[in-house]
């Protein structure tokens, strides 16, 4: 069921009703979707495979970079992160979601997530603090007209960009981004040559796959300990590969 429409100079962006949750539709085949927070739902939300990135490490701080509508901010909440911060480019899609829940229902208002509307990279660092994950979900083809976000170099995929999550994390922090499968590998040698070019001998590179070709790629900086993995591994029901120091260009391809 569509409930509004905003556009803006770089989107048009709808808001659909879908069954139990709430679905943002912008950039022509793009979508961002919340639920009504509540404790059921952070009930289903932590039994999720997509919560898997707030599994590693500590759960202290988080900054999602690309945050939509919420669900992500929700997925946070559910895992008990004391200190959340969201950023979104696309204030329309804030405004119809503000619009649309109130109070508790609405993750954003909650104590434990800061809202920033404005470009990621430019936020994140006027923050001038550490977090023990850094997360971009589903933002890698954010603005690309056509399905082939390969087509241009990404603001959030550059080499600068992976130094400064890099450098912004804690000492055990964790970088995470989940993108289509080829997505991923599209980019993960630029996190490669980054850990490469500081030298960096105790953290890892996990990639989690499942069979609907979406991955997810994370940066251990002290490394993925057995038991992390593990349950990671069993969480997804799907393949894990890690390895001290990151994957070479040919480890990859195969």
Avoid at 140 to 159: A, M, P, R
Avoid at 206 to 212: E, F, N, P
């Amino acid at each position: 069921m569509h409930i509004a429409s905003k556009d803006n100079l770089f989107s048009h962006v709808q808001l659909f009703k879908e069954d139990d949750k709430y679905v943002v539709r912008y950039g022509c085949i793009r979508r961002t979707t919340v639920l009504e927070f509540n404790d059921l739902v952070k009930k289903q939300l932590k039994d999720n495979f997509y919560t898997i990135p707030y599994e590693l490490k500590d759960k202290g701080s988080v900054a999602i970079l690309g945050a939509g509508a919420g669900i992500e901010v929700e997925r946070a909440l559910a895992m008990d992160y004391q200190d959340i911060v969201g950023i979104e480019i696309n204030k329309d899609i804030i405004d119809l979601i503000n619009q649309t829940l109130v109070g508790s229902k609405n993750p954003y208002n909650h104590d434990r997530v800061h809202l920033i509307i404005g470009e990621a990279r430019r936020e994140l660092s006027k923050l001038e603090k550490k977090f023990d994950l850094i997360y971009i979900p589903h933002s890698g083809k954010y603005g690309v007209i056509g399905i082939n976000g390969l087509t241009v170099s990404n603001y959030l995929f550059t080499k600068e960009a992976m130094e400064q999550y890099y450098d912004q994390l804690t000492d055990t922090g964790t970088f995470a981004f989940a993108e289509n499968g080829y997505f991923v590998h599209f980019n993960i040698d630029t996190l490669i040559s980054v850990l490469k070019e500081k030298n960096v001998r105790g953290g890892e590179i996990l990639l989690i796959q499942t069979k609907r070709y979406y991955e997810i790629a994370f940066l251990a900086k002290e490394g993925v300990r057995k038991s992390e993995a593990e349950r990671l591994q069993s969480s997804a029901g799907a393949l894990g590969l890690f390895k001290k120091g990151g994957f070479s260009e040919d480890e990859i391809k195969r």
